[in-house]
């Protein structure tokens, strides 16, 4: 794509990214065909191309975004699928990324939705907050009938459209926390290693029993966890804001206390079981490349970080039970599917720790979860988690798995079968308790 960003505009390292970023587009539409809001809705500007133009065309003439800029680029699930499918590797990510920013910093959104994205990026990185929230949007589940329904086929959500979301999230009973950050879990028998095990934000509150069927697995084959002090958010769903400022700091405060860890007590890595963080955190190299101080200790952060998965296959897993031939449909999260690259991986671990895996169709298409888009964009996620779960229930499985807590939660609200994360069941299947089910 030929663009003509002014030498001054190329002086800002941020928009010498989207000059090659844009130029290596070549305009195929390959992307088209897998982005889910162009299967959707069918509009070219609800496609990876399609919001290309619009980034295009805000960077270079350096205009405050308009409605429809905004409009376009709030309906991205930043699920990458386009990234996947692209055959010239253009980085959308990275692109869509800086447009949040831009629209975050120049764009005035009405009233009601600054309150209500103030609102999320304040409670939802602070799990004390965050687990007061629930319990608040548990007491007022009962209101959820007295508001208003959305009109049919409605993409643009109201305020309380929003709010009726965000309240039908919540589940009916909360978990009692886990272990608190300085925790360390020694290894049993002979120590192969040590790691960090993220301890995550909405997730330790929601569903802490993932973290506890990591540290079970890893203890057992020999691997010390430390669930490291002073650990924040990883600045994902901020970030995903639009809100760098929030996240790079959050990033920087992760960088130090890890760096800590690693130097006075070694890390062989930082373990992620929320595949949207591991995302974040195999980024923090890029998002502080600009940061004299801390680009080279992000770099070496991120070069830590390793989805669960990935450092489980390294242990050659000692399976002990067999589950009667369950069946298995593997929900490959987007993060970790696009995101990440990792796609194959945990089907393998799973299989070969006996049980019966089968691929979800579509497996490209994301939930609808996306961090807050579930909230931010009811109707759209709503509609591709009821496609979702349709495709799972044509491999008709005793269980599901997943690898992030957001798209567990997204699918859980749509089925009754029971929702897992990958690492319950390895840990289940080399000897830890069977998972408890939803
Ligand atoms: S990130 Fe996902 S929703 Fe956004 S343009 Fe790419 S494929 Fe479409
Ligand atoms: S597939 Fe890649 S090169 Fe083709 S239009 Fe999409 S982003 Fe551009």
């Given at each position: 794509m030929k663009t003509e960003f002014s030498l001054a505009q190329l002086a800002d390292p941020d928009i010498?990214?989207?000059?090659?970023?844009?130029?290596?587009?070549?305009?195929?539409?390959?992307?088209?065909?897998?982005c889910p809001t162009y299967v959707l809705l069918g509009d070219e500007l609800d496609s990876p191309r399609g919001r290309i133009y619009l980034i295009k065309e805000m960077l270079e003439k350096d205009r405050p975004?308009?409605?429809?800029?905004?409009?376009?680029?709030?309906?991205?699930?930043?699920?990458?699928?386009?990234m996947t499918t692209c055959p010239s590797g253009v980085n959308y990510m990275h692109l869509v990324d800086q447009a949040r920013v831009r629209i975050e910093r120049d764009y005035t959104r009405p009233l009601g939705e600054r309150l209500l994205r103030a609102a999320l990026a304040w409670?939802?990185?602070?799990?004390?907050?965050?687990?007061?929230?629930?319990?608040?949007?548990?007491?007022?589940r009962p209101l959820l009938a007295l508001l208003p329904a959305p009109k049919a086929a409605s993409v643009t959500p109201t305020l309380w459209r929003r709010?009726?979301?965000?309240?039908?999230?919540?589940?009916?009973?909360?978990?009692?926390p886990g272990a608190a950050g300085g925790s360390v879990f020694a290894a049993l028998g002979a120590r192969r290693g040590r790691v960090a095990l993220l301890q995550g934000c909405a997730q330790q509150v929601l569903a802490p029993r993932i973290n506890q069927a990591a540290i079970s697995l890893l203890t057992r084959h020999g691997i010390e966890v430390v669930l490291v002090k002073d650990e924040q958010c990883c600045g994902a769903l901020t970030h995903h804001l639009g809100r760098d400022d929030d996240a790079?700091?959050?990033?920087?405060?992760?960088?130090?206390?890890?760096?800590?860890?690693?130097?006075?007590?070694?890390?062989?890595?930082?373990?992620?079981?929320?595949?949207?963080?591991?995302?974040?955190?195999?980024?923090?190299?890029?998002?502080?490349?600009?940061?004299?101080?801390?680009a080279g200790p992000a770099a070496k952060v991120s070069a830590l970080a390793r989805d669960i998965t990935e450092y489980v296959a390294g242990l050659s897993l000692r399976p002990q039970q067999q589950h009667g031939e369950l069946v298995i449909a593997y929900h490959s999260a987007c993060s970790l599917q696009h995101g990440q690259k990792i796609g194959e991986l945990p089907k393998e671990l799973l299989s070969k720790n006996g049980f019966v895996v089968k691929d979800v169709p579509e497996s490209h298409l994301c939930c609808g979860s996306a961090g807050t888009y579930n909230i931010l964009q009811p109707d759209i996620a709503s509609r591709l988690r009821d496609r979702k779960v349709a495709n799972i229930a044509m491999v008709k499985p005793d269980m599901i798995a997943a690898g992030n807590i957001g798209c567990m939660v997204?699918?859980?609200?749509?089925?009754?079968v029971p929702v897992v994360h990958t690492i319950e069941l390895l840990d289940w299947a080399t000897g830890g308790p069977r998972p408890e089910l939803n």
């Open positions: 010498a990214e989207a000059d090659k970023i844009l130029r290596a587009c070549v305009h195929c539409g390959f992307c088209t065909a897998t975004p308009t409605r429809e800029v905004v409009k376009h680029i709030d309906r991205c699930l930043s699920c990458l699928a386009c409670v939802l990185p602070r799990p004390d907050l965050f687990r007061f929230s629930m319990k608040l949007a548990r007491l007022g709010i009726k979301a965000m309240l039908a999230l919540a589940p009916g009973r909360l978990p009692a790079l700091a959050r990033a920087r405060a992760n960088i130090a206390v890890w760096l800590k860890e690693a130097e006075e007590s070694g890390l062989d890595a930082i373990l992620v079981t929320a595949s949207g963080c591991g995302t974040v955190i195999k980024d923090y190299g890029f998002m502080l490349r600009e940061d004299r101080e801390f997204q699918i859980a609200g749509g089925t009754s």
